[in-house]
């Protein structure tokens, strides 16, 4: 896969373009290209640490959304089995934005559902960068129906920009289908965990969002709209998308601290495209600590402590 870098990263570029060049070219036993390799991998330790040291909520806006950061269908391959996908609405058509399926999580039979935007550009476009119709969202309640009937946990992605605003999904009922879908995930007797793995988009998120453990990633953001789209509405500038970042509060810091999410799966240094391996070890972990503690509860508990949940998010005064 080749590597993309942000602004922000830029300064890593030569350095791991070089790196890569000598390891791939030459023999590293060879005392001068040794000694190079060295220096290099010190630059780069140093040039990480001023980079990713103190990120800003904008620049964590940007790594959620990172071409090469793992996404849906990737954590399902590498932390399942026996994946077995579903395709299809019953209604209208398949929609390949929406991952959903049945698989094994150490040892466990479980659901698994997800928006999925894709690796590559023609990837990118076919699943449409993501962002679900009207049927993606019925898939995933089809998918929900039959987990719930055969006492299957389910595990939800989180990753899209948002619900897809077209003119189609709108007058197949794109509004009436994820209320549906938040609706129904209310009434669920089976565990379910979601975490955000990437962008977490308006209603688009919450359809598949309504989890008894809400997980997101350490880069990852979760908001009612993009800051860029919220910068265009507040002020008619969209390039004022890092100031709304500050105001919206979206990055997995700010909504752990306002009690939203429960935790915060931590990434690699830099962020979940610079180690997949490592990435999807602590994503397992903390899906699996989770699961263990919820499969200790029964149907009824399950949605009164979902219910509940979602009743104590944010503060309110009556005046």
């Known amino acids: 896969m080749k590597r993309y ?142 987990a719930d009937r055969w006492c299957k946990p389910l595990i939800t992605f989180i990753d899209t920009p948002g619900a897809f605003p077209g003119v189609g999904a709108e007058e197949r009922g794109q509004a009436e289908t994820i209320a549906s879908s938040i609706e129904y995930m209310f009434s669920l007797s089976i565990p379910v965990i979601s975490i955000v793995i990437g962008e977490g988009g308006s209603g688009g998120a919450l359809a598949i969002g309504v989890g008894n453990r809400i997980l997101m990633m350490e880069n990852a953001i979760y908001s009612v709209i993009s800051p860029e789209g919220c910068a265009a509405i507040l002020w008619r500038d969209g390039s004022k998308g890092p100031l709304a970042a500050d105001t919206l509060k979206p990055t997995a810091q700010d909504l752990y601290a306002l009690k939203v999410i429960d935790e915060i799966a931590p990434e690699p240094f830099g962020g979940a495209h610079r180690d997949w391996a490592a990435t999807f070890e602590a994503v397992s972990s903390v899906i699996a600590k989770h699961l263990k503690d919820l499969q200790q509860m029964c149907g009824e508990d399950l949605k009164t402590q979902r219910y509940e949940k979602f009743r104590k998010m944010g503060i309110f005064e009556e005046r």
Not at 45 to 70: F, M, T, V
Not at 101 to 109: L, Y
Request: positive net charge; charged residues 30%.
């Open 5 to 146: 870098y942000l602004d922000f990263e830029k300064k890593l570029e030569p350095l791991e373009r070089r790196i890569e060049e000598i390891r791939k070219f030459h023999d590293v036993r060879d005392a001068h290209y040794a000694k190079e390799l060295d220096g290099l991998l010190k630059k780069v330790s140093k040039a990480e640490k001023d980079i990713y040291g103190n990120l800003s909520n904008w620049q964590r806006c940007q790594l959620s959304r990172h071409l090469n950061r793992p996404h849906t269908l990737d954590y399902i391959q590498n932390l399942c089995t026996d994946f077995i996908e579903i395709h299809g609405d019953r209604r209208f058509r398949d929609d390949p934005a929406v991952i959903a399926g049945f698989a094994r999580f150490n040892g466990i039979s479980v659901a698994v559902v997800g928006q999925q935007k894709g690796n590559t550009l023609s990837d990118m476009a076919a699943r449409n960068f993501g962002m679900a119709n009207p049927e993606g969202y019925r898939k995933s309640m089809r998918l929900m129906e039959l």
